[in-house]
């Protein structure tokens, strides 16, 4: 069995002309289940000739080619350049749109307008991210990954600037509009970066990194944001969204690698990269067009996806799960102004309390999701299946429902602030852990389809978000927050039925839809 490592010399060039045949071990694992650790394999014949990691018995999946081009064989130090750059793209929309919870305050008394009415343009930003998702696969799938969101950034920076000097609702509102469906390139797109550049086990511990920039971003937006208000003009929030996205398009700019590769073909066929500025507008990419999809085999990817029975179900759970996370979000401001009696700054103090919350499952979630992938593992013989992934669920889903009720009965009965800290704590540390749990598992499901699976969880929890949104505020002033909370924590326990139907019968649920057979990944 063979080791790999990434400082091992290049290859010669009569070894990268040659095609290797390589197994493909994620189609293997979508069907049989994944072999991650040789040692508890009984049967090593099983696993004679694969590469490993360093470790000496982890597989590595995919397999990597011989050519030094291939990101699999990129340096720890550029995949992780890589990594953080997306992840950094990826703070952007969330941040961007939660910016506008607590802006709304004072562009409602300039405008004339109630805030509810000026919350529009939170939930038209919310809504874009979802479509924009869609847009980037697609679009990536066709020209190439780099181009794309190189593109789209610069659209989101202009956005951003034009949100900041939008003098009017209807400017401010197109806007808003446009950003939200630009900025989320990185957001809808990451798990398609990830499978690019990092092996199958490694997944979970880079979701976990990815996914902790997309949690904590909509609490650092309402953070900031209460303090600039103290001090300054409202306008000073976007500016500062500004500034982020030049610095994120700057990164791209000099720091961005195209990271497709086509596995199908030879390392001879291989389109061998040549200059960066040439990567960065997609010249290059148009020139290899041939080795992607064609557009139309492009558009149609993510229909496809959306059609396995256990993408959709994760997603309609994703969707009731995550939605109270936006909506929560975009209207607690509205909430804690008269009852604790809050200023801008004691709002800005207050959303320290999902950071920090964030920040406990993002730590958590680097050792659990690879303790239940271990344990699983080491009952079957050192196979993987997709749906030892969800095992984690069942410990961040009591967290989400004792923190939803929870807030409810504070804001109901006038709790101490405190404790109202505490019960939102819980929930935003529960979704942080369930976020990592369902990507890793549609990633393991369909790895050929990694974008697409996560531009649909994108969609599905800015679709629910963006309907709370609307009727969070109407709602908890209708029935109080005891019963709109308390529905939200049954909807969420509800949910979790979809779970556990999908450890039940999700493989058979796989085998019956069969795979994608894309052309490419």
């Known amino acids: 069995m063979a080791s790999t490592t990434d400082k091992e010399k290049a290859p010669s ?31 090593k014949s099983l696993v004679q000739g694969l590469k490993l990691a360093p470790d000496g018995h982890t597989v590595l999946i995919p397999q990597p080619s011989s050519d030094p081009n291939d ?20 703070f952007l929309p969330d941040y961007g749109s ?42 990536a799938a066709y020209f190439g990954r780099l181009p794309v969101l190189w593109y789209f950034v610069i659209i989101a920076l202009l956005t951003a600037a034009w949100c900041a000097a939008a003098t009017s609702f209807n400017s401010f509102m197109a806007a808003r509009v446009l950003n939200g469906f630009f900025s989320t390139v990185a957001q809808g797109g990451g798990l398609m970066f990830i499978k690019d550049i990092f092996f199958f086990h490694e997944h979970p511990r880079k979701i ?14 309402p953070l900031f944001t209460a303090f600039i208000l103290n001090v300054t003009k409202w306008e000073w929030g976007f500016w500062l969204l500004t500034i982020m996205t030049a610095v994120c398009f700057l990164l791209i700019t000099f720091f961005g690698e195209e990271t497709f590769y086509n596995r199908h073909i030879p390392a001879s066929q291989q389109a061998v990269p040549k200059s960066h500025w040439r990567r960065i507008v997609g ?19 993510p229909w496809k996806v959306i059609a396995k029975p256990t993408v959709l179900l994760s997603c309609t759970y994703y969707c009731f799960t995550f939605a109270w996370v936006v909506g929560i979000n975009t209207t607690l401001s509205i909430f804690l102004t008269p009852l604790y009696n809050f200023g801008l700054k004691q709002i800005g103090f207050f959303y320290f309390t999902p950071v920090v919350a964030a920040l406990l499952g993002f730590v958590s979630g680097h050792w659990l999701h690879d303790l239940a992938a271990r ?30 009720v929870l807030l409810g009965f504070c804001l109901e009965n006038g709790y101490h602030y405190m404790v109202t800290s505490l019960a939102w704590g819980l929930y935003v540390f529960g979704i942080m852990v369930t976020t990592v749990a369902i990507s890793s598992y549609n990633l393991d499901c369909y790895p050929e389809g990694s974008g697409e699976v996560g531009a649909w969880l994108n969609q599905s929890r800015t679709l629910g ?34 779970v556990v139907i999908l450890q039940i019968y999700g493989k058979r649920m796989r085998t019956w839809s069969g795979r994608l057979h894309f052309k490419t990944n």
């Open 13 to 43: 060039a009569t070894e990268i002309n040659t095609p290797t045949h390589e197994p493909d071990l994620d189609e293997i694992g979508e069907t049989e289940g994944y072999i991650v650790d040789v040692s508890l394999v009984a049967d």
């Open 71 to 90: 990101p699999l064989n990129w340096s720890w130090t550029k995949k992780h350049v890589v990594l953080i750059i997306v992840s950094m793209t990826a």
């Open 98 to 139: 939660a910016t506008g919870a607590v802006a709304l305050i004072p562009q409602a008394a300039i405008w004339g307008m109630t805030e509810d009415t000026v919350n529009h343009s939170q939930a038209g930003n919310v809504f874009m991210l979802g479509p924009g998702g869609l847009a980037t696969i697609i679009l």
């Open 208 to 221: 976990n990194i990815w996914a902790g920039f997309v949690i904590l971003s909509p609490y650092f937006g």
């Open 283 to 301: 010249i290059e990419q148009w020139e290899s067009r041939k080795q992607r999809s064609t557009f139309w085999e492009a558009f149609v990817r």
């Open 375 to 404: 344990v699983y593992m080491k009952r079957h013989n050192g196979i993987l299946e997709p749906e030892a992934r969800l095992a984690i669920i069942w410990f961040s889903t009591p967290f989400m429902i004792a923190g939803l």
């Open 465 to 498: 978000g963006f309907v709370i949104s609307y009727l969070q505020v109407r709602w908890a002033l209708k029935t109080g927050t005891e019963t709109s909370f308390g529905t939200q924590a049954a909807v969420v326990g509800g949910m979790f039925f979809i």
